[in-house]
């Protein structure tokens, strides 16, 4: 291929490795990727999600509740309760009657990810040294393992056994194994869908779905907190959601709220959750439209989009949280591959619209009850030292009491 280097060139992950649990679709490349992608994407439908939902609601109503009992908790402990439950109970089926937060996997899982010095280091080695890291054998997820190769087997063992319908992660990974070796019909490559490959997407969509989420929620709220104007006028669009539909908010009508979709898309402009992405060409005779830079097969990538979602070149005053950026008529104004929350060509994220669901389903019922205000408007953010995620470290919001409408 010449020409000018694009998402679908620069396609493969640099991330390889020993780990039984790297074999997801965030670390997967060539054949092996394409067809694990392809497998789980039918969980991400319109259709799946719409049936996942009342789980997600479920949630968001639990997380209310917990909210009220936790007055004194970092905002950004509370969102990550909350993501950490939907995704435990919405992908993999593990919930229990009560409230979504007091599952026992999700303490467990919570804790199993919890970044650390070590994992950090790991992280640094495996993006300096990829090959090395290979050839040693070194582990960067080990100590996950055990937890999520163990958890998975036994929510699938229940699965089984089961007959009603429940449109989640679990039920898709039990369909897979009843129909055994998974091929794709252009190469005859074939993956057996064994537990292990199963608790590794387990691992990826726990991974990938809790702190990113948490942190576009909280920076969305740090956003409001600043902009009252801007608060009250989704107050408004809430409160109108909440009386339309008789305090019961269905799928439809959540996806469908116009001006928080303005609000996230400008918060996670602002403040993406994960400030870059690595990637390697795979193709030769690429050429990087900034310099002409030639790229040639084999070369890694890095895709600073922190830095391009704050370019004044792309967004005047982009310091300023403007939610019309956003609006219909705006947005097509938007220059490709300048906006990437979420990634973007074929490893553009796989969860992208669950998340999206999420976050919004959280944001809804979170406004409903709550307004919020900040004491660090003008304090200078310090993040945290995580391996790609951008966690504030010295600022918080604080959840107020109100009378909905």
Not at 282 to 287: P, R, Y
């Amino acid at each position: 291929m010449t020409g000018t280097s694009t998402p679908s060139t620069i396609a493969e992950s640099m991330w390889t490795g020993v780990d039984v649990l790297n074999d997801n679709v965030t670390f997967m490349n060539g054949i092996r990727w394409k067809l694990t992608r392809q497998t789980m994407t039918p969980l991400f439908t319109a259709a799946k999600l719409r049936n996942m939902y009342y789980i997600m609601d479920k949630s968001g109503r639990d997380f209310v509740e917990y909210v009220q009992s936790k007055p004194k908790e970092k905002a950004i402990d509370l969102l990550s309760k909350f993501c950490s439950a939907s995704i435990a109970a919405s992908v993999f089926g593990i919930h229990t009657e009560g409230s979504t937060l007091d599952s026992p996997f999700l303490k467990m899982a919570q804790k199993a990810v919890q970044p650390s010095i070590g994992m950090t280091f790991r992280l640094a080695l495996v993006t300096l040294f990829p090959k090395l890291m290979s050839i040693l054998r070194i582990r960067f997820l080990g100590n996950f393992e055990k937890f999520f190769i163990g958890a998975i087997k036994k929510v699938l063992r229940v699965r089984e056994k089961q007959t009603v319908k429940t449109y989640d992660f679990a039920e898709l990974c039990v369909e897979l194994q009843r129909k055994g070796t998974l091929r794709d019909a252009a190469t005859g490559y074939e993956i057996e869908p064994t537990d292990e490959i199963m608790a590794a997407q387990a691992f990826f969509f726990f991974i990938a779905g809790v702190e990113p989420s948490a942190t576009a929620m909280f920076f969305a709220l740090f956003e409001l907190a600043k902009h009252p104007d801007i608060l009250d006028k989704l107050h408004d669009e809430v409160d109108d959601l909440f009386e339309r539909c008789n305090d019961n908010p269905t799928y439809e009508d959540v996806t469908s709220m116009k001006y928080l979709d303005m609000v996230l898309d400008e918060s996670m402009r602002i403040h993406p959750a994960v400030g870059s992405v690595q990637r390697r060409c795979t193709k030769n005779g690429g050429v990087l439209p900034v310099g002409k830079i030639h790229v040639e097969k084999g070369t890694f990538i890095h895709i600073p989009i922190y830095a391009l979602h704050r370019d004044p070149k792309y967004y005047p005053e982009p310091e300023k949280f403007v939610p019309e950026r956003f609006s219909d008529e705006e947005k097509r104004n938007i220059v490709n591959y300048t906006y990437m929350p979420f990634g973007e060509g074929h490893r553009m994220c796989l969860g992208m619209r669950f998340a999206r669901l999420q976050v919004k389903t959280g944001l809804v019922h979170l406004l409903r009850h709550f307004t919020v205000e900040t004491q660090d408007a003008r304090t200078k953010m310090k993040f945290g030292k995580l391996p790609v995620q951008v966690r504030p470290l010295n600022i918080d919001v604080q959840f107020v009491p109100r009378s909905p409408r």
